[in-house]
């Protein structure tokens, strides 16, 4: 079974950034669409951005303008660009795609932003 994995993630002081890559464990992404959630501590696990095979992006109003997705040509490579970062962005991130209809996930990757 096709396993996502994260990585990048780590512990940064706020206005600094951070690039989280996701890249399935065998063969490439071949999703219609794909994405990075989050959850903090006691909160339910939120969407942060998607994109699509076409390359059309959508984001959370909280990350707009902050955050960057994207993927390589070759649809092995998902990445989320982290700019600005904020203490209320730490939570574990986990990247999201399909196999048919079925979601899978990758572990996740904690992202700490101290003040």
């Known amino acids: 079974q096709v396993q996502l994995v994260e990585s990048g993630g780590g512990s940064v002081q706020a206005g600094g950034s951070l690039r989280l890559s996701c890249v399935p464990s065998?063969?490439?992404?071949?999703?219609?669409?794909m994405g990075w959630y989050r959850q903090a501590p006691g909160k339910q696990r939120e969407l942060v951005a998607t994109i699509t095979a076409g390359g059309t992006t959508n984001y959370a109003d909280s990350v707009k303008d902050r955050f960057i997705i994207s993927r390589d040509r070759a649809m092995r490579t998902m990445f989320l660009q982290m700019n600005s970062l904020k203490p209320e962005d730490t939570a574990v991130y986990y990247c999201?795609?399909?196999?048919?209809?079925?979601?899978?996930w990758g572990q996740g990757t904690q992202v700490t932003v101290s003040s």
């Open positions: 065998r063969g490439f992404f071949n999703s219609k669409v």
């Open positions: 999201n795609s399909f196999i048919g209809d079925t979601p899978v």
